[in-house]
């Protein structure tokens, strides 16, 4: 059984800073690459930044420069920065991975249970 555990959301007030943290456990042989979505009410889930085993990274357009993606292979864990934290950033987080269980298996895709973040104006 392989889990994807999200932490750090909270309300903060525009302007502010949060960190998001994701770890992943259970029977994992190969993590490859690791991502954050959000959903805010009404909209559709959209991918805000992701980040491969090596570490090359991609960001939505309307976090570039105010959002830092970063994972730590020893930990299963990735991490979400966000900086500079506007209204329109309030959603539900989520975070995904590819994970393969065996090194003959296929990679899933796994998701978290999602963690709020509210921003206030």
């Known amino acids: 059984q392989v889990q994807l555990v999200e932490s750090g959301g909270g309300l903060v007030q525009a302007g502010g800073s949060l960190r998001l943290s994701c770890a992943a456990s259970g029977s994992i042989f190969s993590i490859n690459a690791m991502g954050w979505y959000r959903q805010a009410p009404g909209k559709q889930r959209e991918l805000v930044a992701d980040?491969?085993?090596?570490?090359?990274?991609n960001y939505a357009d309307s976090v570039k420069g105010r959002f830092t993606i970063s994972r730590d292979n020893a930990k299963k864990s990735v991490y979400l920065q966000m900086n500079s934290l506007k209204p329109e950033d309030t959603a539900v987080y989520y975070c995904a991975a590819g994970i393969r269980k065996k090194s003959y298996g296929p990679e899933n895709n796994y998701w978290g249970q999602g963690t709020q973040v509210t921003v206030s104006s």
């Open positions: 980040i491969t085993r090596g570490g090359s990274t």
